[in-house]
């Protein structure tokens, strides 16, 4: 992982399970997990999330108004809050079947009182990536005019790492490699396929632009300057890379 610096995890994740009992706290929730790398001990100081599931009773509660009903010393910019009801949870798990198995093997529930959050966890699931595929196709489509940002590309940089990132994951997890982990997924998707290894490299390489446009760091050290006719090109190149991934998954996945 090179030169990255790790979190301090026992304090780390006490933050984190402080941010979850904060949550479970609201009357209308009936159910907390934490999931992604604090969940799984890799978590990257200034560079991870830490992610969080909400299951709420009754109520409609957004993700910005829990953030801003939490403490003073518990806020962030790395807080990321997810909402369901039960019914929205379940229906979101079965069209985003690798994202269930994502919870099932790593998710520490913090909060279940009725254990309904394990049930739903717990549930049989097949993979199925087809749906997640034809939602990513749709993103991508939706960066094909460049233009429209101006010389300005950290935003489309960002959102381009986030597809890339997202379409690496899938690719693996169709040749039967489930990770989760975005470092050992990249290692691994370069070791078993050396034509994709210079797209799997470029895409890689635009992380800082997301941890930037995340707030998580505003001074983290970019491959290249985000501003000008430069970072347009750069762009576009980034585009086809995730455009030649995006490929990949669909021609093993058949979708058309």
Not at 114 to 133: G, M, T
Not at 154 to 178: D, E, H, K, N, S
Request: proline residues 4%; negative net charge; hydrophobic residues 45%.
């Amino acid at each position: 992982m090179g030169s990255v610096e790790l979190v301090d995890l026992a304090a780390e994740q006490t933050r984190a399970m402080r941010l979850a009992s904060a949550l479970a706290a609201r009357r209308d929730v009936t159910g907390v997990a934490i999931f992604g790398s604090y969940a799984r001990g890799t978590a990257i100081i200034e560079q991870s999330d830490v992610d969080l599931l909400v299951v709420l009773g009754e109520g409609q509660a957004t993700p910005a108004v829990l953030a801003a009903e939490l403490p003073d010393e518990l806020r962030g910019d790395d807080v990321s809050i997810s909402v369901f009801t039960p019914a929205s949870l379940r229906n979101y798990l079965h069209h985003w079947s690798r994202f269930a198995l994502h919870l099932q093997r790593e998710a520490a529930i913090v909060y279940d009182p009725d254990a309904e959050l394990y049930e739903i966890f717990d549930h049989r699931r097949s993979l199925s990536l087809d749906y997640e595929i034809c939602m990513q196709k749709k993103r991508l489509s939706q960066l094909e005019h460049m233009e429209r940002f101006g010389d300005r590309m950290v935003l489309p940089l960002a959102q381009l790492y986030r597809l890339g990132r997202t379409l690496v994951f899938v690719i693996l997890a169709q040749r039967g490699q489930l990770e989760f982990d975005r470092h050992t997924a990249f290692a691994q998707l370069k070791d078993l396929d050396r034509v994709l290894a210079a797209d799997v490299d470029l895409v890689e390489r635009l992380a800082p632009f997301y941890v930037q446009w995340r707030g998580l760091n505003a001074e983290t050290t970019t491959p290249f300057d985000p501003v000008g006719p430069d970072a347009i090109d750069q762009a576009i190149r980034a585009r086809e890379a995730v455009r030649s991934l995006m490929d990949a998954a669909e021609s093993c996945a058949g979708v058309q």
